[in-house]
């Protein structure tokens, strides 16, 4: 399999992370939307990363879309539980990953723009607020667990991990630990796991 993605994309990340808690061997090859080279709109007619293409050379588009197929490919470990209820719960986590992941997208494509291009405060406004919004939820659904959901390393944690993370690399200024100490102690330990290890962008 092929993994078309960037060190930029949050997303891209969070597939890596689930290839590497599968112990699924992949060829990672880097490719940015942006630059006239970029093969993403061969394989996804949208033109956006990541892209798995599976062996057969069909194509997967949509970090969702792909972490249910390594799921379904490789039983264990399991990250999306099986009963319904549950894998609802954990999609739930990725989504309030996704949307935070999607306003630090939004806020830091707009800061590359020269400043008489970027959007009024309101915009801004609006999309910290679904930052804010999405971290306090986190917060108190995580608790005092050690993990997001049911006792156990999963998809939950893997959502709330690469979001935060991305918080962290492209808006450092944001001291989300000081409302959230329950996500902080939550990053802290992702952050020696070997798959959040191997997948940092570097600085």
């Known amino acids: 399999m092929k993994l078309l993605g960037s060190p930029g994309s949050p997303y891209a990340r969070k597939v890596r992370i689930v ?3 599968k112990r699924i061997d992949y060829e990672y090859i880097l490719d940015r939307p942006s630059n006239p ?3 993403a709109a061969e394989f996804n007619p949208l033109g956006k ?3 798995l293409v599976r062996d057969d050379g069909r194509p997967l588009y949509d970090s969702a879309v792909i972490v249910d197929y ?3 490919l490789v039983a264990d470990p399991r990250l999306i539980p099986a009963a319904f209820d549950e894998r609802i719960e954990v999609k739930r986590w990725e989504a309030l990953g996704d ?3 999607d306003a630090t997208v939004a806020i830091s494509h707009d800061l590359r723009e020269p400043e008489l291009r970027r959007k009024l ?3 801004y406004a609006r999309q910290h ?5 999405g971290l306090a939820t986190m917060e ?7 993990f997001c959901h049911s006792g156990a390393f999963s998809l939950a944690d893997i959502a709330a991990g690469f979001a935060l993370g991305y918080l962290d690399q492209v808006m450092p200024d944001t001291d989300w630990r000081e409302k959230s100490p329950a996500l902080a102690r939550l990053a802290q330990r992702l952050s020696t796991r070997v798959s959040f290890i191997a997948t940092k962008p570097a600085a």
């Open 37 to 39: 080279d970029s093969r």
């Open 121 to 123: 405060p309101a915009w």
């Open 129 to 133: 607020q679904k930052i804010q919004r």
């Open 49 to 51: 990363i990541p892209v």
């Open 99 to 101: 949307g935070i992941a």
């Open 70 to 72: 390594l799921e379904g």
């Open 140 to 146: 108190r659904d995580l608790g005092s667990r050690e």
């Open 19 to 21: 290839l590497a808690e």
